[in-house]
């Protein structure tokens, strides 16, 4: 702003008292008020009417160098004009779609080219005096700058497209973990409620209650992911944080149902203090996604283990159950194949491997081996 400023009043010093020294001051403002009101439309969007402006800014450039050259003996490029000109085509280049580009650029380079017209020789100047063609390379330098900051915004919009893909991916990965967790254990209970209704209503009314206790436990699961994507100042990152033991402890614990039992092995070195976040998660929604699809696909399982030891300087991670022959009765779970996806994505950014298969004595393991460090 101040250097604007400046410009003008050094046009304005030197420029005739007359209607042709109006005209150079005039189209100076008139270049600089358009490159900040160019800069503006670009934000809004208003890309026809910003080349639309560069095209009138250019035309009354180009009367004016004629005015100039026509009736002045001593000339003045005007250099208010000429900085709002070269602005006006770093903007373009930088902000302009194809063909608002090119409708804004031409006319722009033309008129910043046409200057050298009505500027003083460049001997007279003595920081100029020994460049050739300035009034070309100047232009084209603002071009290239443009660009150059053009390209510079491409990379950073795909480098936060990527962050929020990858947000996104996140998300999608606790979101199945979460409703496949909890809303796979109402059902599993539902069904076992059917037949045991008749015969046995004492279990009947706990498995219900189960079903309740289950289904308000996933309400608080999904409102805390609910107010983590609409906090934005950060404020549940605050909050206390369960370790990561205690969660996997709860989850092997809530498991454990009519007729089928479940329990965690830790080995004696294994410390889930020292886990990172990244890590830690890995393992519990591990250990989700091992529990879930045993009750989505394992009703003849009767027992459950869960075991976490090391192998070096890695963890491993081992969810098995005891089901055995074919699974009989109505199909209630099609596969989605999402949970062991983005389960593998998880084990593949961490450098781990992921494997999944029956076992040679019976039952089927999930197992997970992953880096520490």
């Not at 639309?52 to 004009?81: D, F, M, N, Y």
């Not at 009947?204 to 079903?211: D, E, G, P, S």
């Not at 609409?230 to 369960?242: C, H, L, Q, S, Y």
Request: with cysteine.
């Amino acid at each position: 702003m101040c250097l604007s400023a400046l410009l003008v009043l050094l046009d304005a010093s030197v420029v005739s008292f007359s209607y042709v020294g109006l005209a150079v001051v005039a189209s100076g403002v008139m270049a600089l008020g358009a490159a900040a009101a160019q800069l503006r439309l670009y934000r809004f969007g208003r890309q026809w009417t910003a080349g639309a402006l560069c095209v009138v800014v250019a035309t009354v450039s180009l009367l004016t160098t004629s005015l100039v050259k026509g009736t002045v003996l001593q000339r003045t490029p005007g250099w208010a004009e000429l900085l709002g000109l070269l602005v006006l085509l770093c903007l373009s280049c930088r902000y302009g779609r194809p063909v608002p580009l090119m409708l804004s650029v031409v006319p722009l380079f033309v008129a910043v080219v046409r200057i050298e017209g009505r500027a003083p020789t460049l001997s007279d100047l003595p920081v100029l005096n020994d460049i050739n063609g300035l009034f070309t390379l100047l232009p084209v330098g603002f071009v290239l700058l443009g660009g150059y900051l053009r390209a510079e915004d491409g990379r950073r919009r795909t480098a936060a497209e990527n962050v929020r893909q990858a947000e996104r991916l996140d998300l999608a990965r606790d979101l199945h973990d979460h409703v496949a967790h909890y809303v796979t254990a109402m059902v599993v209970q539902a069904q076992a409620g059917e037949p045991t209704a008749e015969r046995d209503p004492a279990t009947a009314r706990k498995l219900f209650a189960n079903i309740e206790r289950t289904g308000q436990e996933g309400l608080v699961a999904m409102s805390r992911m609910v107010r983590l994507l609409r906090d934005a100042d950060g404020a549940v990152a605050e909050a206390p944080v369960t370790p990561a033991m205690t969660r996997i402890e709860d989850l092997v614990h809530q498991f454990s149902g009519t007729g089928q039992h479940a329990w965690l092995d830790i080995a004696d070195d294994v410390d889930g203090a020292v886990w990172s976040p990244q890590l830690a998660k890995s393992v519990e929604r591990l250990v989700q996604e091992g529990l879930t699809n045993i009750r989505k696909h394992a009703h003849t399982a009767t027992t459950v283990h869960v075991k976490l030891g090391t192998d070096g300087d890695r963890l491993v991670v081992r969810v098995r159950d005891n089901a055995s022959g074919q699974q009989r009765g109505r199909v209630w779970f099609r596969p989605s194949g999402f949970g062991m996806v983005g389960l593998s994505e998880r084990v593949v950014e961490l450098g781990g491997e992921l494997s999944s298969g029956p076992m040679p004595e019976g039952g089927w393991e999930l197992a997970a081996s992953i880096p520490m460090k």
